[in-house]
Antibody, heavy 121, light 109 residues
Framework: EVQLVESGGGLVQPGGSLRLSCAAS????????MNWVRQAPGKGLEWVSY????????YYADSVKGRFTISRDNAKNSLYLQMNSLRAEDTAVYYCARDFPGQDLWYFDLWGRGTLVTVSS | AIQLTQSPSSLSASVGDRVTITCRASQGISSALAWYQQKPGKAPKLLIY???SLESGVPSRFSGSGSGTDFTLTISSLQPEDFATYYC???????????FGPGTKVDIK
């Protein structure tokens, strides 16, 4: 089955760190660009970060730049998000999302179920 | 960066109704727009890409249209499983980013 499964969420104090993981299965993970997208409770969707299939190209939203680091291990079919200096406003469900296959098709065709990150003292 | 607005922000409709949701971009984006459906507690699901292309497995009662700055998602005959929140999404090449609209919640009248 083609799927993405996130893990690593939880409760963390402001200023703390957390590492999210996303395990991919059922498709050739190393061929796809990947992203993290988050959704604060009761709010809309916000793109967080992008990584190319090889890991050589990375982008971040301004809201997380300098604090979050995206990475991937194609041998382990896994995507990661290292989150440091966490703030209350980072509280959200974090989804990993696969880029739609094809050149210049910047959409998300496969999503995980998400993992909840709560930043609170 | 290009911003997206959606209207209405919410609507109430009955099973069998024709529903139309609008997404407007702050600048022209050709046909580079997608629509997603999200049900409570679930991940978003891609419905439409490139403004009018139906994603595989999505029922044909969903359709998309538009180009430039104005886009529409239409549900031709609303079904019970269609009550959800719908988001439009586009891509900015510079600076690199993805933008979602604020969402339109469709609930039962």
């Amino acid at each position: 089955e083609v799927q993405l499964v996130e893990s690593g969420g939880g409760l963390v104090q402001p200023g703390g760190s957390l590492r999210l993981s996303c395990a991919a299965s059922g498709f050739t993970f190393s061929s796809y660009e990947m992203n993290w997208v988050r959704q604060a409770p009761g709010k809309g969707l916000e793109w967080v970060s992008y990584i190319s299939s090889s890991g050589s190209t990375i982008y971040y939203a301004d809201s997380v730049k300098g604090r979050f680091t995206i990475s991937r291990d194609n041998a382990k079919n896994s995507l990661y998000l290292q989150m440091n200096s966490l703030r209350a406003e980072d509280t959200a469900v974090y989804y990993c999302a696969r880029d739609f296959p094809g050149q210049d098709l910047w959409y998300f065709d496969l999503w995980g179920r998400g993992t909840l990150v709560t930043v609170s003292s | 960066a290009i911003q997206l607005t959606q209207s209405p922000s919410s609507l109430s409709a009955s099973v069998g109704d024709r529903v139309t949701i609008t997404c407007r971009a702050s600048q022209g984006i050709s046909s580079a727009l997608a629509w997603y459906q999200q049900k409570p507690g679930k991940a978003p699901k891609l419905l439409i890409y490139d403004a009018s292309s139906l994603e595989s497995g999505v029922p044909s009662r969903f359709s998309g249209s538009g180009s430039g700055t104005d886009f529409t998602l239409t549900i031709s005959s609303l079904q019970p499983e269609d009550f959800a929140t719908y988001y439009c999404q586009q891509f900015n090449s510079y600076p690199f980013s993805f933008t979602f609209g604020p969402g339109t919640k469709v609930d039962i009248k």
